[in-house]
T-cell receptor, first 115, second 112 residues
């Protein structure tokens, strides 16, 4: 069975600096999708970034980028120029590209932004 | 375009009561799902649907029922509420397998 591990329960960063959140996963599949979701205090789940395993190029979305290491089964999220609005829980998630519809979630990392 | 909507936002139930959490989407998505989120844990899949008339169980289906009579709606029914079902419930939809899931705002449920 697939698993997703986020080893950092909490991270803090100074405003305008860069922070990296870690995520590792375990799977025997070769084709899958990886996601980072943000959950602010409002509890709404917001997609931050999506990566397809067959793409070697790391996904980027403005200040957010990932370091996808398929062989190491690692999928870290880098947030550049951190802003106060980035404060939230961040969840890493995995989904098989096959017929299994289920998203497998990590336990989350709480990101604190220091002004 | 409202996206995914959920009602109610917050509900208090007594043990043994039943209720239905509503979920609707206006994006014509085939796939819909229900998750629960408990403190310190990621989301866990309760039930999902790959289209109208088709549903299947997720990781934690016990105590919940679903149906999908239309593409737009995917209600979640609690048959006999238990304190262990106190949680935040999220509904999500996506266009297809592997596509990005869009989440509703969540329903916070407290079972006394």
């Amino acid at each position: 069975a697939q698993t997703v591990t986020q080893s950092q329960p909490e991270m803090s960063v100074q405003e305008a600096e860069t922070v990296t959140l870690s995520c590792t996963y375990d799977t025997s599949e070769s084709d899958y999708y990886l996601f980072w979701y943000k959950q602010p205090p409002s509890r709404q789940m917001i997609l931050v970034i999506r990566q397809e395993a067959y793409k070697q190029q790391n996904a980027t979305e403005n200040r957010f980028s990932v370091n996808f290491q398929k062989a190491a089964k690692s999928f870290s999220l880098k947030i550049s120029d951190s802003q106060l609005g980035d404060a939230a829980m961040y969840f890493c998630a995995y989904r098989s590209a096959g017929s299994n519809y289920q998203l497998i979630w990590g336990a989350g990392t709480k990101l604190i932004i220091k002004p | 375009n409202a996206g995914v909507t959920q009602t109610p936002k917050f509900q208090v139930l007594k043990t043994g009561q039943s209720m239905t959490l509503q979920c609707a989407q206006d994006m014509n998505h085939e796939y819909m799902s229900w998750y629960r989120q408990d403190p310190g844990m990621g989301l866990r899949l309760i039930h999902y649907s790959v289209g109208a008339g088709i549903t299947d169980q997720g990781e934690v289906p016990n105590g919940y029922n679903v149906s999908r009579s239309t593409t737009e709606d995917f209600p979640l029914r609690l048959l006999s509420a238990a304190p262990s079902q106190t949680s935040v419930y999220f509904c999500a939809s996506s266009r297809g397998t592997g596509e990005t899931q869009y989440f509703g705002p969540g329903t916070r449920l407290l079972v006394l």
